[in-house]
Each structure stands twice: as structure tokens, then as C-alpha cells.
């Protein structure tokens, strides 16, 4: 099994609630696989290299990325379990100080989706990318992409040159179990990608082995990672003086969102972010209150 970032101190939880808790089995293969995947953003996605570094704030996010990943609340709410004995755990044995999860309360009925942005919101953190750096001509096609398909970070990581199909307006895209969808894309994400695949993205490959046909390349050549994307997006949020919680994430519930408002039907969202169930689809329905609460005042006789 693949190590992760602090494997010494896992296995010697595991080892405790093994011989402490008595957990056996399932159970206890289910906090490892949890508490794995928690330990891996910690450290390969938010780069921490000492677990007295956590903060609420990387719980909060790690549980974003959960619900970007369309996982149950079932599981969800598992993981915070298993999270939150861990870090008590630490406490305990003295490897932390205090404990960042107490906070973290279990959901009691459907998950925390995160926090929409305003197309004014979505705009601004695009304009602060109109620079003529690479980086930046860079940046703005990686969020116009984000924002005009809805894809999921890993999507976008594993987007390759030949799944653009700019001439019929579409992005071919290889989701979870690797179906295979067509997305429509607007003109100014066709616009700002041409831009960097043709004036940016040839400078930027040293070694054509190792950029593999990506579309979105960082500076030394090789595919922008999923840290890179997270960084990317944190920036320009901040660029933008938007002080919400703002992650990759948000941009696929904002595309989901803003189509629902202008009137898309809830099976055409579906098939553009690539939901098995429409059961999925529908929990962006229930976000957009103020939305619903402008039109029942604009429209209803006795608003």
C-alpha cells in the first residue's frame, strides 16, 4: 500500500484503536482508507509537514473536497468521525497541542455544499488573471475553463489537447469511472484557452514526455496538479477581495447553479456535470434561496 504523509503516526492509531477500542475488521479498515485520504491532502495538497499545522480551516477544506467528490453523507459524516478520534488521539499522546477538529460537528441530515459565488464574484477573480505573464494568460484559462464546463478538478488535470473540440463548440471529458462526456464551452473560455495554448503553453514544454499532451501545464513543463488548481483558485479569490470560502469546487457549483437560475432543466445540468442520478443534480435546487426569494418577491402579487 502506497505511503502517505505521516504513516508513523497513523499506524500507531491504528495500532490504538485496534488494541484500545478494539476495532477489527471493516471498521478498522474503513479509519485507515478514511484517515489515508485526509492524511494525503493534509500533506500532498496543502503541503504540511507537521501535524501541529492543522488548523480548522484545512478540516473545512478537506471536507469540501469530500463533497466535491460527490461522496454520500453517509461517508462523509464517517470521515468525520474518523478524523475527529484521530485528532483527539494526538492530543492525547502529545503530538499536537489542541484539537482543530472539536469543532466539527457530524451533519444531521444532508451534506454542506459549498458556498456559490456570484457571477459578478466569478468575473472579478477572472479579470484579476488579464495579465500578458504567463502565469497569468495561464490562470484565466484554467478559471474560465472551470467556470464555462463545471468540470471537476481532476477533469481538468486530465484534460488533454485532443479533447478539445473548439470548431463545434464542445470539451470532451473523462469522468468518474472514466465515462465520457461532451460539454459545451462559451466563447470567452475558447477565447482565453486559444490564447495560452497558442502563445503560452509551446514555451512552456521542455520535454514533451513529460507535459503528455495536458492542456494546462505549470512553468517546469509538467501537468498542473490538483495543488496547483487549489492555489490557483485561492489567489485569485484573494486578488479579488473575496473573503468567503472559495475552492475549485465552487466553481462547478456555481456553473450548476447560475444554469438552474437562468432557466436550464435540471436533466441538461445533469448530463453537463456528468451525474449518474438526477437525485444528485437536484441538490443545487435547494441553494439558491436568495435567487428564489428576488423572484417570489418580483412575480408573486402579494410578495
Not at 464551452?185 to 499532451?213: C, F, H, M, Q, W
Request: aromatic share 8%.
Amino acid at each position: 500500500m502506497k505511503e502517505v504523509p505521516f504513516s508513523p503516526v497513523l499506524k500507531q492509531y491504528l495500532q490504538f484503536i485496534k488494541l484500545e477500542k478494539g476495532l477489527a475488521g471493516n471498521s478498522l479498515v474503513s479509519y485507515e482508507n478514511d484517515l489515508r485520504r485526509y492524511l494525503a491532502f493534509i500533506g500532498n495538497v496543502r503541503g504540511l509537514n507537521d501535524l501541529t499545522g492543522i488548523t480548522l480551516q484545512h478540516i473545512e477544506e478537506f471536507l469540501q473536497e469530500l463533497s466535491s467528490m460527490e461522496l454520500s453523507p453517509v461517508t462523509i459524516a464517517r470521515n468525520i468521525s474518523s478524523i475527529r478520534s484521530f485528532h483527539h488521539f494526538l492530543l492525547l499522546e502529545g503530538f499536537s497541542q489542541a484539537n482543530p477538529a472539536e469543532l466539527i460537528e457530524l451533519p444531521k441530515k444532508a451534506r454542506k455544499l459549498p458556498d456559490v459565488l456570484s457571477t459578478q464574484e466569478v468575473i472579478s477573480m477572472i479579470d484579476q488573471a488579464d495579465g500578458d505573464e504567463d502565469a497569468s494568460v495561464r490562470d484565466k484559462a484554467v478559471l474560465e475553463c472551470l467556470y464555462a464546463t463545471g468540470m471537476r478538478v481532476s477533469e481538468l488535470t486530465g484534460l488533454m489537447m485532443d479533447q478539445l473540440y473548439f470548431e463545434i463548440g464542445f470539451v470532451r471529458v473523462f469522468g468518474k469511472g472514466s465515462k465520457e462526456r461532451l460539454i459545451p464551452i462559451g466563447g470567452p473560455a475558447v477565447d482565453a484557452i486559444n490564447k495560452y495554448t497558442d502563445e503560452v503553453r509551446p514555451g512552456l514544454i521542455k520535454n514533451p514526455g513529460k507535459s503528455k499532451n495536458h492542456v494546462f501545464l505549470n512553468l517546469r513543463g509538467g501537468p498542473l496538479t490538483r495543488m496547483s488548481i487549489w492555489n490557483i483558485v485561492r489567489k485569485y479569490a484573494d486578488l479579488a477581495g473575496i473573503t468567503k470560502p472559495v475552492y475549485p469546487h465552487a466553481f462547478r457549483h456555481s456553473f450548476a447553479t447560475h444554469l438552474l437560475e437562468g432557466g436550464a432543466d435540471l436533466r441538461s445540468v445533469q448530463e453537463m456535470l456528468g451525474h449518474v442520478s438526477i437525485n444528485t443534480t437536484e441538490i443545487y435546487t435547494h441553494v439558491d434561496r436568495s435567487f428564489l426569494h428576488q423572484v417570489h418577491k418580483e412575480f408573486h402579487p402579494r410578495a
